[in-house]
């Protein structure tokens, strides 16, 4: 077997940037990836808007109607999990009818998993006090006990999140664009979300005069902390490195027609109106009626005029009968029953993302002369006695063997001249310690002669 170092010219680590596309429908409350209906599946990893602690789980259940749709599995690992994996032993302090015999009882191996089926990661709490991040360091302290497994779900999903606020300008504290932002769900426990966007939106500031937080005239007239402001927040599992520009497309559309498009056409943030329904009181086009932050994935909305006629489809917020950029995604992931006619209404998010995939790529070369020998028993020809050596009591000779000639030619009952030649069907990697790590495949052999070369590129996702 012929072994050749890959030399550095020959190993190439390469970054793939790719730009997939991503839609988001929301009509209802719900919302429909990638125009596709809600695929079902038990363990997908969303109940309702979950929390989880040490302490076990809290449910933010939605609206019946809106089922489970517009989420992802993060990790896909027990979707439609069969359950199993209870251990049953014996109980001896439950004797039954009969003397002789003891009872039977079961053992749960998880405490956050009843059947025990489940694929989880876990760690034991020792003295390196390895953690995971669903518990706190007062948790893991008070909690678990030295030995104790500490375990964590892979039953988590993602979806687009959508923060409205009215005119007020007392309350500016619970804004998502400037620290917290309280959430809850069909009445049930709040809890707040960490996330400001005051910074991260000064960092753009260069590029629009609209990436200000706050300013006055001659600049765009603008507030954020008392300004009526709609946020869509989109998990980075839906567009990867960061949201591409001049991809963005936002459309509203009411009974099946559409009143009103954004676009990020300058490519600098800004959401520009390209479209608004001849109904509309005034023509905003041209206008910018929003911003939308690459990096983080957020888009913000600030157009407050009305989008076509007051239809009285009841819409929350401020003016709740008015079609207008601050309404866009109206019912997203909330519960719809006390709005009527919401269904009439549907927002499309349109987008690109931008990926980034490192890839090794191995160039292996078979040159000239080379490779032109085989261990394969059919190199030989069928006329060698396999038996063909001799033994004496200082030493083993194996005698000459004839090579199979399977130089090709178009005449018949004519053997051509003999020429080495093989066939490569399999190129083999290994380590420096010669231990194997990789076989790649050839789709069809390729016919190796002494006055051929050739190059076999090998290409792995890191």
């Not at 050596?389 to 200082?394: G, L, Q, V």
Request: aromatic residues 10%.
């Amino acid at each position: 077997m012929a072994i050749f170092k890959l030399e550095d010219e020959n190993v190439f680590i390469n970054t793939l940037e790719a730009y997939p596309e991503f839609n988001f429908l929301i009509t209802s409350g719900a919302v429909f990836i990638d125009q596709r209906p809600n695929v079902s599946g038990s363990a997908h990893g969303h109940a309702g808007i979950q929390e989880q602690n040490a302490a076990g789980n809290i449910y933010h259940t939605l609206h019946p109607e809106q089922g489970n749709t517009g989420w992802i599995s993060l990790y896909e690992y027990n979707i439609n999990r069969p359950s199993g994996s209870i251990i049953y032993e014996l109980d001896t302090s439950v004797p039954t009818n009969n003397d002789d015999q003891v009872g039977i009882k079961s053992t749960r191996i998880s405490e956050t998993d009843a059947t025990g089926s489940m694929t989880r990661p876990f760690v034991v709490k020792d003295g390196f006090k390895n953690n995971l991040k669903i518990n706190n360091k007062a948790q893991y302290n008070t909690l678990f006990d030295f030995g104790e497994v500490v375990e964590g779900d892979y039953n988590l999903s993602a979806s687009i999140s959508r923060y409205h606020y009215d005119y007020n300008i007392g309350n500016r504290d619970s804004r998502i664009t400037v620290g917290k932002k309280d959430l809850s769900l069909s009445d049930e426990i709040d809890y707040t979300v960490a996330y400001s966007l005051k910074n991260a939106m000064e960092r753009y500031r260069y590029k629009s005069p609209h990436m200000v937080f706050s300013s006055s005239a001659p600049m765009p007239i603008r507030d954020f902390y008392n300004a009526e402001t709609n946020a869509i927040v989109i998990p980075s599992i839906f567009y990867g490195q960061k949201i591409k520009k001049r991809t963005v497309e936002l459309n509203y559309y009411v009974t099946g027609s559409l009143i009103g498009t954004l676009k990020d056409t300058k490519g600098n943030g800004e959401l520009v109106q390209t479209y608004s329904t001849s109904s509309s009181p005034v023509d905003y086009s041209g206008s910018t009626m929003g911003m939308v932050l690459y990096n983080e994935g957020v888009i913000i909305l600030t157009g407050s005029h009305q989008l076509g006629d007051d239809n009285g489809i009841s819409l929350p917020g401020a003016g709740g009968t008015t079609n207008k950029w601050t309404h866009f995604g109206a019912g997203l992931h909330e519960d719809i029953s006390s709005y009527s006619d919401i269904d009439q209404v549907a927002f499309e998010i349109k987008y690109q993302g931008v990926t980034q995939k490192q890839t090794l790529m191995l160039m292996c070369n078979a040159d000239y002369g080379k490779l032109n020998w085989s261990n394969n028993p059919t190199y030989l020809s069928s006329s060698n006695n396999l038996n063909n050596y001799s033994i004496s009591e200082t030493s083993f000779k194996q005698h000459q063997q004839t090579i199979h000639n399977i130089t090709h030619t178009e005449l018949q009952q004519y053997e051509p001249e003999f020429k080495r030649e093989t066939y490569i069907s399999k190129v083999a990697i290994y380590d420096d310690k010669r231990n194997l790590i990789g076989v790649a495949t050839l789709a069809n052999p390729v016919r190796k002669t002494e006055d051929r070369q050739y190059t076999f590129k090998l290409k792995l996702d890191l």
